[in-house]
């Protein structure tokens, strides 16, 4: 049994799963923080599952890109409970766990979060075969950009996330062949992230607990102002 942890936006979510079935699943959006709310949601996911702790045998994090402190949130999370129970720890993209959530073949699959500032985290995938493929590599462009690019396809395109819900004006008024993704599926689901680090576990896929980070692509307003005003260091 797999634990899939998603706090790399708004939405918190959490889910355990087999390789071949999803056992429980709790995803919400509300005003509290993802570390008020995280380990509560684990304790009651695992009542509801019916599920031991001992019965979990890894754990999937989602890793970004997203929000800087819901990502640390979430994977310093895995990490602990990874460590205490003995058990290995797989990152899993946040984009393409977006993109896994709505099975639309024929057609690519977009991504989009909020990067700050009228960017956005974005990917490209398309399913090929019943597998998820990766079109364009997670990146921050700008959503204009990213809609033009994208108009110019040949074929249809989904687009979901938070960032889609954002510039939803924009993705509307783009016309076809761009579309914005029904509500069911346009947010995260831990679902995903816990079916994804099931196939990637298969394949031998995993990561060291103590090194695994965050995909941040780039760096935080923080950073960048401690930057300009104190200079870049040698």
């Known amino acids: 049994m797999l634990l899939a942890i998603d706090t790399a936006t708004l939405a918190s979510g959490v889910a355990l799963a087999t390789a071949d079935k999803l056992v429980a699943e709790i995803i919400v959006q509300t005003k509290k923080t993802h570390s008020e709310r995280l380990m509560p949601h684990i304790e009651q996911l695992l009542e509801l599952g019916q599920v031991a702790k001992e019965d979990i045998t890894a754990i999937a994090v989602s890793i970004g890109p997203g929000s800087f402190t819901g990502l640390r949130i979430g994977l310093a999370t895995a990490k602990a409970l990874a460590y205490v129970w003995r ?14 959530a709505c099975p639309a073949p024929n057609s690519l699959l977009c991504p989009l979060l909020d990067a700050q500032k009228g960017n956005v985290y974005q990917a490209v995938y398309r399913w090929e075969a ?9 990146r921050v462009i700008a959503h204009q950009d990213a809609i033009k690019e994208l108009k110019e396809q040949p074929l249809p395109v989904m687009m979901l996330g938070e960032g889609a819900v954002l510039f939803q004006e924009a993705i509307v008024a783009a016309g076809s062949p761009i579309e914005l993704a029904p509500p069911h ?7 995903s992230v816990a079916l994804l680090g099931h196939q990637m576990l298969a394949q031998g896929i995993n990561d060291d607990a103590m090194t695994l980070e965050p995909l941040y692509i780039r760096r935080s307003e923080a950073e960048v102002l401690w930057e300009q005003r104190h200079g870049a260091c040698v």
């Open 87 to 100: 058990v290995p720890v797989v990152g899993v993209s946040t984009l393409a766990a977006l993109a896994y």
């Open 130 to 138: 019943g597998n998820l493929i990766e079109i364009t590599a997670p």
């Open 185 to 191: 599926v346009i947010l995260p689901r831990a679902g």
